[in-house]
């Protein structure tokens, strides 16, 4: 079997792709696609706590962390302590990170538009019934991998 013929390859290259793309269409407004991502993570009304957003976007802490430092730097964020848990930080945007996150939301509802009137909703639904089963399959190899 060709790489190009597996799963992992396709995933893999069109998800390169596809972050070149975004990347592409964010950089005019000065933010990467990691950037970008964390912004639409973040709830605009109520802020969301720190803790969250790692699993929201299945980052790890340590690059996550990276990329919150610069975002407050850059003021597209702030911290607030959490109301309920002093321990707690919540993110929550900032006027000019509330315009870089609907830069950012254009992009992908752009693309999801155009995607969804090149494939159809058949197509479409086929699509994510194939991403919801290969999702279950890496789950159940994880939790096969994991020994006692």
Not at 1 to 10: A, C, G, I, L
Not at 102 to 121: I, P, Q, W, Y
Request: glycine share 6%; charged share 25%.
């Amino acid at each position: 079997m060709r790489p190009e013929e597996t799963f992992d390859f396709r995933i893999r290259r069109s998800w390169i792709s596809m972050s070149k793309m975004y990347n592409d269409l964010v950089s005019s407004s000065g933010i990467t696609v990691s950037v970008g991502f964390a912004l639409l993570n973040i709830d605009v009304k109520k802020g969301t706590p720190s803790t969250a957003l790692g699993p929201m976007m299945g980052m790890e802490s340590t690059s996550l962390s990276r990329i919150l430092k610069n975002m407050e730097r850059d003021g597209l964020i702030f911290k607030e302590a959490h109301p309920q848990d002093k321990r707690s930080v919540l993110l929550k945007l900032t006027s000019l990170g509330i315009e870089k996150r609907n830069a950012s939301k254009d992009a992908v509802l752009t693309f999801n538009e155009t995607v969804l009137a090149t494939l159809g909703e058949a197509r479409t639904e086929e699509f994510f019934n194939a991403m919801n089963a290969i999702d279950r399959i890496i789950e159940e190899v994880r939790m096969n991998a994991v020994t006692p």
